[in-house]
């Protein structure tokens, strides 16, 4: 069966590494990640966007999950990803996910603890966890200034009254990850020897701060592709126009994993992985139709990205 992130988390603090959340829409995709996952016997968790829900439909997504189970012997659990009200988070719960993230990170302190507080009274009482969130993730859409971004990052003063008030089981920051495949503008990176764009470095500094105030409690990063060029090379030379894509260097993952941080969130390099797969076929068989030819390599390097995701980045294999 499904299981919760608590027995995760616990070893993952305890080992020094994290698990790799990976968000799910399609059979492929689910397919990639636990193909992946079995060969390095590796705990998982595969989340669901309310995106993902419109799309293939809750009831697909659980029973494909569930086929995925019967074919490995693995932990996973079943999480819902930024969920943005009390209703999807219900529907979840009693829709079978052993995990839901309500996302109160844009209300005002006081309604985030009451909104997470309300979540976490259900969940618990259906034995589910619930991932909650303190600070806004830089979007790509945001043209904030330096300031206005500072302002965002999670606050460390307010970490243990939420977490207290709330009873949340894992706490999801902003230390200067972000979502999608466009992480950084090239003017706000610098350039190594090799004349590689390197983003600056994610706050540490306040991650430890928040590691002080909360011993031994699971926190998230979302936002944590790594945007790898591999991927995004193929695509641009297969049709694509993906310019300037950036993502967090792998160095700071790992570093990350390493710390009190359990729960890596990775979407965007699935899909640049899924894309690469497709284009490449398509663009060398432009008489192709056949969906089950174009979606192997897609799914191939799904399941190539996440083993090494687990192994090089998150280092959960055979946890
Ligand atoms: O954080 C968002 C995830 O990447 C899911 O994206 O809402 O487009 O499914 P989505
Ligand atoms: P990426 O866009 O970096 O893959 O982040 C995904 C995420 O945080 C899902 O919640
Ligand atoms: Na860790
Ligand atoms: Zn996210």
Not at 36 to 44: F, G, H, V, W
Not at 135 to 152: F, R
Not at 260 to 283: Q, W
């Amino acid at each position: 069966p499904l299981v919760t992130t608590t027995e995760m988390f616990r070893k993952a603090y305890d080992g020094g590494y994290a698990i790799g959340a990976f968000n799910v829409n399609n059979m492929e995709i689910i397919q990639g990640i636990t193909e992946a996952a079995k060969e390095e016997n590796a705990p998982l968790i595969l989340q669901v966007s309310a995106g993902a829900r419109k799309y293939a439909k809750h009831a697909y997504l659980v029973k494909l999950v569930e086929a995925a189970l019967e074919d490995t012997d693995l932990p996973i659990a079943l999480h819902l990803d930024h969920g943005a009200d009390f209703e999807i988070c219900k529907s979840c719960v009693d829709g079978g996910f052993t995990s839901v993230m309500i996302d109160g990170s844009k209300l005002p302190f006081e309604e985030n603890i009451a909104l997470t507080k309300k979540v976490v009274e259900y969940a618990h009482a259906h034995n589910v966890v619930v991932e909650g969130e303190l600070g806004k993730l830089a979007g790509i859409e945001d043209a904030v200034n330096v300031s206005a971004e500072d302002a965002s990052y999670t606050r460390p003063d307010e970490v243990e009254e939420f977490v207290e008030k709330t009873g949340v089981d894992s706490l999801a920051i902003a230390i200067g990850t972000s979502h999608g495949a466009f992480k950084f503008k090239p003017e706000q990176c610098t350039r190594n020897a090799e004349g590689v764009l390197v983003p600056p470095e994610l706050r540490f500094d306040i991650l430890a701060e928040i590691e002080k105030r909360l011993p031994h409690f699971p926190i998230v990063l979302h936002g944590s592709s790594s945007v790898i060029p591999k991927y995004v090379k193929i695509i641009n030379e297969n049709g694509g126009q993906l310019k300037d894509a950036i993502g967090i260097p792998e160095d700071q993952l790992r570093r990350a994993a390493k710390s009190s941080v359990c729960k890596i969130n990775i979407d965007s390099d699935l899909r640049l992985a899924m894309t690469a797969g497709i284009r490449e076929y398509m663009a060398a068989h432009p008489d192709a139709f056949d969906p089950r030819e174009y979606l192997k390599p897609a799914r191939a390097y799904i399941k190539e990205l996440v083993q090494h995701k687990l192994v090089h980045v998150l280092g959960c294999n055979g946890k």
